[in-house]
């Protein structure tokens, strides 16, 4: 459930930042940096919940630096991935359908390039009393494993969602229409 509030905040976040005449790095560390301050409140709520611990302030915001840093790298790879695609296949980038297409491998390896701090946020999370060493937490094969997966579905579920974008964008407009009549043309 806080996945519908977090993918969308950030995709709002990275839009409104492409709008920005900021350079992609900076554009990327300003949307992790936002994304990460206020959606990790909600995520470390349900995990505290979902393990029975107590919820305060503290833990809130616990495991906020391997976090934030795990999401401005993210969005760094993401802007830069995505402008060096746009620019190597400026013919997809011009459609609807082609920006769906190059927005998949963008987001793969952006989750890819960012995934060490999947394993750092874990390691953090742990109670500090019950505390694994790193060498015991971190298992190689889980870790790919869980990259793969996770990588391959939010990329799926991204280039989907861009792809369906214009054309519902598009029957909402023609339902409005339908119902309220054509938009009213501003006076010149």
Request: proline share 8%; charged share 15%.
């Amino acid at each position: 459930p806080t996945n519908f509030l977090k993918f969308p905040l950030f995709e709002a976040v990275n839009c409104v930042m492409m709008a920005v005449s900021l350079p992609d790095a900076m554009k990327g560390f300003v949307t992790g940096l936002l994304f990460t301050t206020l959606t990790l409140p909600v995520t470390n709520y349900r995990f505290c919940k979902s393990m029975d611990l107590d919820v305060d302030f503290e833990a809130l915001f616990k495991a906020y630096l391997p976090t934030v840093i795990r999401d401005i790298i993210y969005g760094i790879s993401r802007n830069k991935i995505s402008t060096a695609l746009a620019l190597a296949y400026p013919a997809l980038a011009a459609t609807p359908e082609g920006r769906a297409a190059l927005l998949f491998p963008t987001v793969l390896f952006s989750c890819i390039i960012s995934s060490p701090g999947n394993e750092l946020r874990g390691y953090y999370l742990q109670p500090k009393e019950k505390r694994l060493g790193f060498k015991t937490f971190f298992r190689p094969k889980n870790y790919v494993r869980s990259t793969a997966a996770g990588a391959i579905i939010m990329a799926i579920s991204l280039s989907i969602g861009a792809l369906v974008t214009t054309p519902v964008r598009a029957a909402f407009a023609a339902a409005r229409a339908a119902l309220l009549g054509p938009k009213p043309t501003p006076a010149t």
